[in-house]
C-alpha cells in the first residue's frame, strides 16, 4: 500500500485537509490523518502542502516535446506518453490534422495500437480527429487541399479509436453523418466552422449534447446581429466547450464570459498544444506545415495562429486567475468535464475510492507539477 500525506486534496466539490490518500493501481481509502497508521504503508509521497488534484485529462493536443500524433513514428506517441506527467496529464485523446486521408487512417492505427499496448507513462484513451471535415474559410492551421465532404464510410473501422471528431455542420449532406457518429458512440464536436447561429443551434438540438472545439477559434464569432457558432455555443445548455486558456487563443475576459455563462459544467480546457510544446522557440511544424514559435507564440508563415505551446498545468493556472473559478470547479474542467464527455468517468477524473489512482501533485503557489502517479505508479517527479 502507498500513501500521499500532507495534501490540500482537491474533490469535485471541495477541498478538504488534514486527510491521506491510500492507494495501489486503485485508490483504496482516503482517511482522516488521525485514522492513518504509517505502518499500513510501504511508500509514501509527502505533498507538502501542495494541491492534490485527479490526473489531468487533455482531450486535443496534436503534440509536445518534440512529437506529434501525425508522425509516421511508432515512437511519436510513446515520447508524448512519457513527456506528459511532466505538466499533470495522465491520460489523452492524440489528435490528428487534416491530412490525406491515407495519413489519418495511420494515426488511427496507431492510436488504437498505443491504446492497447499501454507500456507506461500516460495513457491513450482514443483519437479526437481534428478535421478533415471542416470549412475551408475557418481551417484555421489546417491543409486546405486535404479537407473533405463528411463520409463515416472510411471511418467505420476506426470507430473503436475515434472518441471524438471535429466538423463544420453547414458543410453536411444531411444529418446522416451525426447519427453515424452518435451510433457508434463518438462525441461530434463543431468546430472549424462557417456557420451560422442557427445552422449550430440546429445541429446542436440534432445530437441533444454535443461538444464544441475550442471555443471562439476557427468559427463565426459573436456580432449583436449574427450571434454565430460562438452566440450558439455560450447560449445552449448541452454544448460542452473546449477552451484553450493560454491567454493568447482567447483573451482572459472571455474566459470570464464563457466561465459565467457555461459554468463548471460546460467547459473543458484543453491545451491544444503542437510539437514545439516544452521545447522552447524556433521552427516547429503542425500539419504538415512549418510553424514559427518566438515569445510564447506558434505561428504559420502568414502569421496565422497555430496551435499552443502552452502544458496543461500553465492552462489550469491561467484560467484560474482569469475566470473567478473556484479551484475545484477549474480542476474539475480539466479532469471530472472530459471523463465524463469521453465515457471513462467510472474509472478516472476524479479521486474517489475504487477509481484509478491517477494523481497530480502542483505547487500550491504557481501551479508547476511536483509528482504524478498513474494507475498507482509514480510517473514523474520533479525531484528525481
Known amino acids: 500500500m502507498k500513501a500521499i500525506i500532507d495534501g490540500l486534496i482537491v474533490l469535485p466539490n471541495e477541498i478538504i485537509n488534514g486527510h491521506v490518500i491510500m492507494y495501489e493501481k486503485d485508490i483504496w481509502r482516503i482517511v482522516p490523518r488521525k485514522q ?5 504503508c510501504s511508500e509514501f509521497i509527502d505533498a507538502n502542502g501542495g494541491f492534490v488534484v485527479p490526473g489531468f485529462i487533455n482531450e486535443h493536443i496534436h503534440g509536445c516535446a518534440g512529437a506529434d500524433t501525425m508522425d509516421d513514428d511508432d515512437q511519436a506517441l510513446k515520447t508524448m506518453q512519457q513527456a506528459l506527467p511532466a505538466t499533470g496529464v495522465t491520460s489523452f485523446v492524440p489528435t490528428t490534422m487534416t491530412m490525406e486521408q491515407g495519413r489519418i487512417e495511420k494515426a488511427l492505427q496507431r492510436i488504437r495500437q498505443a491504446r492497447e499496448d499501454y507500456q507506461g507513462g500516460a495513457q491513450v484513451l482514443g483519437a479526437h480527429m481534428e478535421g478533415p471535415f471542416i470549412s475551408p474559410a475557418y481551417k484555421g492551421s489546417q491543409a486546405e487541399e486535404n479537407i473533405q465532404t463528411a463520409d463515416f464510410s472510411w471511418l467505420e473501422s476506426y470507430a473503436d479509436v475515434i472518441k471524438i471528431i471535429t466538423l463544420a455542420p453547414e458543410t453536411l449532406k444531411n444529418k446522416k453523418f451525426l ?9 461530434v464536436s463543431i468546430g472549424h466552422t462557417a456557420a451560422d447561429f442557427e ?3 440546429e445541429c446542436m ?3 441533444g449534447h454535443c461538444h464544441v472545439t475550442h471555443l471562439y477559434n476557427a468559427m463565426t464569432p459573436f456580432h449583436h446581429r449574427k450571434p454565430g457558432v460562438v452566440g450558439a455555443a455560450l447560449l445552449n445548455k448541452h454544448a460542452c466547450c473546449e477552451l484553450i486558456c493560454d491567454d493568447l ?5 472571455a474566459q470570464k464570459l464563457a466561465y459565467q455563462m457555461k459554468g463548471r459544467d460546460g467547459l473543458i480546457l484543453v491545451t491544444d498544444s503542437l510539437r514545439a510544446c516544452l521545447q522552447g522557440d524556433g521552427e516547429s511544424s503542425l500539419g504538415g ?9 506558434a505561428r504559420l508563415a502568414d502569421g ?3 496551435a499552443s505551446i502552452a502544458p496543461m498545468n500553465e492552462v489550469v493556472l491561467h484560467f484560474l486567475i482569469n475566470s473567478g473559478a473556484s479551484i475545484p470547479e477549474v480542476v474539475a474542467m480539466a479532469t471530472v468535464n472530459p471523463a465524463k464527455a469521453l465515457g471513462v468517468y467510472d474509472r478516472i477524473g476524479s479521486l474517489e475510492e475504487g477509481k484509478q489512482a491517477d494523481i497530480t501533485i502542483l505547487d500550491s503557489n504557481d501551479f508547476h507539477v511536483k509528482q504524478t502517479v498513474i494507475a498507482g505508479e509514480l510517473a514523474y517527479n520533479e525531484e528525481a
Not at 452518435?182 to 462525441?187: A, L, P, V
Not at 506545415?289 to 507564440?297: A, C, D, L, T, Y
Open 179 to 187: 447519427k453515424d457518429c452518435q451510433d457508434h458512440g463518438i462525441t
Open 205 to 207: 438540438d440534432a445530437l
Open 249 to 253: 487563443h482567447v483573451h482572459p475576459a
Open 289 to 297: 506545415q512549418k510553424v514559427f514559435v518566438k515569445n510564447g507564440e
Open 304 to 306: 496565422t495562429l497555430a
Open 36 to 40: 492513518f497508521r504509517a505502518g499500513m
Open 199 to 201: 445552422q449550430a443551434m
